[in-house]
Nanobody, 120 residues
Framework: QLQASGGGLVQPGGSLRLSCAAS????????VAWFRQAPGKEREFVAA???????TYADFVKGRFTISRENAKNTVNLQMNSVQFEDTAVYYC????????????????WGKGTLVTVSS
C-alpha cells in the first residue's frame, strides 16, 4: 500500500516536498515513480527512481525536481523547487517491479494522490 503526502499550497518559485510511504518491507525492491494529473488534463509522468537509485525525469521538471529514496524508511521523496503555476496537479506515486513501466503508466501499485496548488 502506498500513501502520498506533503501536498499543499505553495507560491510560484517556492518549494515543496512530497513523500510516498509504503507499508511493505519489500518496497526497496521496487521502482517508484511520481505522476501528476492537472485539472482537465491526462495523467503524466514526472520522475522515477530505480531500486539502485538511478533516476529519470520528465523534461518539464529537470533541474527543478529531485526524486530520492530512503529505503530504511520505506519512503520515496519528490523535492519540488522553483515551482510554477503549471505544476498545480494531484500527484500520485506508484511502484512496479519492472523498470521502465512508468513509460506506459501501467504500474502495479498506486497510491492515493496529494494535491499541489501553486498560487500567488
Amino acid at each position: 500500500q502506498l500513501q502520498a503526502s506533503g501536498g499543499g499550497l505553495v507560491q510560484p518559485g517556492g518549494s515543496l516536498r512530497l513523500s510516498c510511504a509504503a507499508s511493505a518491507r519489500s518496497f526497496s525492491t521496487y521502482n517508484v515513480a511520481w505522476f501528476r494529473q492537472a485539472p482537465g488534463k491526462e495523467r503524466e509522468f514526472v520522475a522515477a527512481i530505480g531500486r539502485a537509485g538511478y533516476t529519470t525525469y520528465a523534461d518539464f521538471v529537470k533541474g527543478r525536481f529531485t526524486i530520492s529514496r530512503e529505503n530504511a524508511k520505506n519512503t520515496v521523496n519528490l523535492q519540488m523547487n522553483s515551482v510554477q503555476f503549471e505544476d498545480t496537479a494531484v500527484y500520485y506515486c506508484a511502484a512496479d517491479s519492472v523498470w521502465g513501466t512508468w513509460s506506459s503508466g501501467d504500474m502495479e501499485y498506486w497510491g492515493k494522490g496529494t494535491l499541489v496548488t501553486v498560487s500567488s
